[in-house]
């Protein structure tokens, strides 16, 4: 009764059927026209408060009012901006849901198992304790990071629970390796293409990011020996396993020869695994071979789990470990300890592994459709992928995939440019694909069609 009144009375003053500023009937007045309880009525007007829609003012009652009229913009249109690092972030935020995001990291809602955190919460809610209305640990939630220790041993990787830190999720992680190693003017080895969000938190710090080719198993080391010899990098942001964008896995040869030169010019690696879970073969990571020496291993659950909990982590040399937590606790005092045992509970439900499976196998499915009706219809494949679920690919008749991501746009359909994830916003005919969305009839019939002149 409290939801029905609440959502009645906001699509009223939604749609201005009832004035902006007039009197709401009171709480008694209300309870008599409807024969219901005043109690039921006054829960209602405080979701209402709450929510932006009433104003309660003392001694004179509650007033329409309305979200919407406190200064709130209206979001700019992020499929026409011109795309940058972030349009790519906010295009899930501004997106019109009529559109069709074809890239987009966001997968559909029905391939995401929302029993998982249902289940999480209801466990959560039944062991409520007293610890709840205080600060948690700052490493984060102890069962969580012991869980972490067997998570990390089915990688080969060894830790004590004192070199793993919880995080709100991977990319604070990465932020607060930023600001303790970093420092202005910086030189680091970043993937080309790579992740774009970590290309803006360097810029934002007067980190300069220098470029490394991305091969199809791995960076290109080559590569690399040149630019370590030329800039002397302070550190290395990788992603190992199913990069994105480019679905690739580094190859065990290339991991280790990585660590050799890292060794050799004395340079951090930061190691982003967050599609660990969407890898269904056992490859070893940088962090296996290295065993947390030289490396810093971060992950998260919001690729798998949900990306509401904002839960990650970064584990890496004891030392290491202490300081960052220092660092976190000036930047946020501790992490979310509700969202982290949520996060704790949902894991060892005994459904998370079933859940994970029945994603890989559909994300099997749906990458080798999307690659095979690709290179039928023209395209030239990065790779094929072990996993996950991007394609990276680009059609040998398009010099650059702007041109593509303006022609998806008038039929509908939200494809990133390959520039926005690169650091310099350089043009490239390669764009990414999530196969999650490559069986959709409006993105086959584009797709199948680009070859053709724009105006075909």
């Not at 509650?62 to 940058?84: C, K, L, M, Q, V």
């Not at 269904?280 to 971060?298: E, F, H, K, N, W």
Request: aromatic share 8%; glycine share 8%; net charge neutral.
């Amino acid at each position: 009764m409290v939801e029905q009144i609440v959502e009645q009375m906001k699509k009223l003053i939604d749609d201005d059927v009832v004035r902006h500023g007039s009197r709401a009937m009171s709480i008694r007045g209300f309870a008599r026209d409807h024969h219901i309880s005043a109690h039921t009525v006054a829960e209602a007007y405080e979701r209402l408060v709450a929510q932006g829609y009433f104003q309660s003012r003392p001694r004179s009652g509650f007033f329409i009012t309305s979200p919407h009229d406190y200064g709130t913009r209206t979001a700019e249109n992020d499929d026409d901006r011109e795309p940058d690092h972030l349009w790519q972030l906010r295009s899930h935020f501004t997106l019109p849901q009529q559109k069709l995001c074809a890239s987009s990291g966001r997968m559909p809602s029905d391939w995401i198992d929302g029993e998982l955190i249902k289940s999480g919460l209801k466990s959560l809610a039944a062991k409520v304790d007293s610890n709840l209305g205080q600060y948690g640990d700052p490493y984060g939630y102890g069962p969580l990071r012991n869980l972490l220790q067997a998570k990390l041993m089915g990688h080969g990787i060894h830790t004590q629970s004192e070199q793993i830190l919880l995080t709100n999720g991977a990319s604070q992680a990465a932020d607060l390796v930023i600001r303790h190693f970093l420092r202005r003017g910086d030189k680091v080895l970043v993937d080309d293409p790579g992740y774009f969000n970590l290309f803006s938190n360097l810029h934002q710090y007067g980190i300069r990011p220098i470029p490394l080719p991305r091969l199809p198993d791995g960076p290109d080391l080559d590569r690399l020996d040149a630019l370590a010899r030329e800039h002397k990098p302070v550190m290395m942001f990788t992603q190992s396993m199913l990069h994105a964008p480019t679905g690739s896995c580094i190859s065990p040869a290339n991991a280790h020869r990585l660590l050799k030169l890292a060794e050799q010019f004395d340079f951090r690696i930061v190691e982003n695994d967050v599609y660990c879970d969407m890898l269904g073969v056992q490859l070893p990571r940088i962090a296996t071979l290295d065993q947390l020496s030289r490396v810093l291993y971060v992950s998260s659950f919001s690729k798998t789990l949900s990306s509401a909990t904002r839960v990650g982590f970064i584990a890496g040399a004891t030392d290491v470990m202490r300081d960052l937590s220092s660092l976190k606790m000036v930047a946020s005092i501790t992490g979310s300890q509700i969202d982290e045992r949520l996060v704790y509970h949902a894991l060892t439900a005994g459904q998370y592994r079933r859940s994970v499976e029945r994603l890989r196998f559909r994300l099997a499915e749906s990458q080798q459709a999307a690659c095979d009706m690709l290179e039928g219809a023209g395209f030239d494949l990065f790779c094929r992928p072990l996993g996950g679920k991007f394609i990276w690919a680009r059609h040998p008749a398009i010099d650059d995939s702007e041109d593509i991501w303006r022609r998806a746009a008038t039929a509908g359909i939200l494809i990133a440019p390959g520039k926005v994830f690169r650091n310099n916003l350089q043009g490239t005919p390669w764009f990414r694909l999530n196969v999650a969305y490559s069986q959709e009839p409006a993105l086959v019939r584009f797709l199948s069609g680009l070859g053709l002149p724009a105006h075909a």
